[in-house]
């Protein structure tokens, strides 16, 4: 059977089990609407932004900007736009068997797939619950964060869909954001408000918990704790190659005039125990940082945004906290993962579009 073909028919399959799946588990008396509740953007094909490389590229690429010897880009290539026609793209995650990237057009309430052999983009849910981060266990299984659904699910290998957390103590999650599976099988995500300030990302509410934290589901028993209580609107989080640190992101500044910046702690993966809290960068305002993945050294790579155009794209910085380099995109980007057979292509999603470049180094993350 042709892959593509394939891929359709397994998705078709997915979709139908997933249908059934979450009409079970959904309580209609206190859940949220599950059907569409976003208009796909029509974007004909003349007003379309250009894919392939970015206008004016020439090696090395002008969009690449080099700060420290240290920055892992590379002089042979340039920054590729890969897949556009989408409202407010994030939460991506790539599958290396498939050589396909997931990630989440969250106003439109659909989570999408892009083949990497000739950039085919395609619808892989719909609806989605209007998912936000995304990411895979070590299994190689889908973990995703659903504002409108306030849980967190996980898709199986047949396509239906598991509840992993929907509730602490009772109560409704605010809208889970992002999410990163540990070595151990424990899963961390955020939960800040703004998948619940209005209708356009989720579904309009108010918060249940009193405050926005950061939680850790154990791999044993299923128990949910909450690791971080002292964030603004918790966003991206990554570990280190190690995993004996973990970096989250407070993405407050740009909303609601808190701390725009990231913090580190150290942590046990196992016990789920934090500590010693510091700020790890924070020179993003009057821009914003959202979502984030270190390499194999240790350097982590973050979106930035909502300010200054010249900005928009990404940051690199060494584990120490220094500033290596930037990717400038054309439009505010929201977060990244590393990709492709050898982890090596950087997809970072931007607003309406997909971009791609290589770089010099390989995600840390695994698989």
């Known amino acids: 059977m042709h892959r593509r073909a394939f891929l359709t028919a397994s998705a078709l399959t997915a979709a139908l089990s997933w249908d059934a799946q979450v009409t079970a588990q959904i309580r209609p008396a206190q859940d949220s609407p599950f059907g569409a509740t976003g208009t796909p953007m029509p974007v004909p094909p003349a007003e379309q932004l250009a894919l392939g490389p970015l206008a ?10 080099k700060l420290d010897p240290r920055f892992k880009s590379l002089s042979l290539g340039a920054v590729e736009r890969v897949a556009t026609g989408l409202r407010w793209a994030e939460g991506p995650a790539y599958f290396r068997a498939g050589r396909y990237l997931l990630f989440s057009d969250a106003p439109n309430n659909r989570i999408m797939r892009l083949l990497e052999d000739d950039n085919h983009l395609s619808v892989f849910r719909a609806p989605s619950l209007n998912a936000n981060g995304n990411t895979i266990d070590r299994q190689g299984r ?11 699910t996980r898709t199986e290998f047949d396509g239906t869909i598991t509840v992993i957390a929907d509730r602490y103590e009772g109560k409704r999650f605010n809208s889970p954001n992002d999410i990163v599976v540990a070595s151990s099988g424990s899963i961390w995500f955020t939960d800040p408000t703004y998948g619940i300030l209005g209708n356009y990302e989720g579904i309009a509410a108010q918060p249940e918990q009193s405050k926005r934290n950061v939680y850790r589901v154990d791999p044993q028993n299923g128990h949910i704790s909450v690791v971080v209580d002292d964030f603004v609107e918790p966003n991206g989080l990554c570990f280190s190659p190690d995993e004996k640190k973990l970096y989250i992101i407070d993405s407050s500044g740009a909303s609601e005039g808190g701390p725009s910046h990231i913090r580190v702690f150290d942590v046990n993966i196992d016990t789920g125990v934090v500590s010693n809290s510091r700020v790890f960068a924070d020179n993003f305002a009057p821009g914003n940082t959202d ?7 240790g350097n982590v790579w973050c979106s930035m945004g909502w300010a200054d155009p010249k900005e928009d794209g990404l940051r690199c910085y060494s584990p120490a906290g220094e500033l290596l380099g930037k990717i400038h995109l054309p439009e505010t980007c929201a977060n990244l993962v590393f990709g492709g057979a050898l982890r090596n292509r950087l997809y970072m999603c931007a607003s309406t579009s997909i971009y791609a470049c290589y770089v010099n180094t390989r995600g840390a993350a695994v698989p």
């Open 56 to 65: 004016e590229s020439h090696y090395p690429d002008k969009h690449v900007e």
């Open 291 to 297: 979502g984030m993945r270190c390499d194999v050294e």
């Open 142 to 152: 889908l973990l995703t964060c659903e504002q409108a659904g306030r849980r967190v």
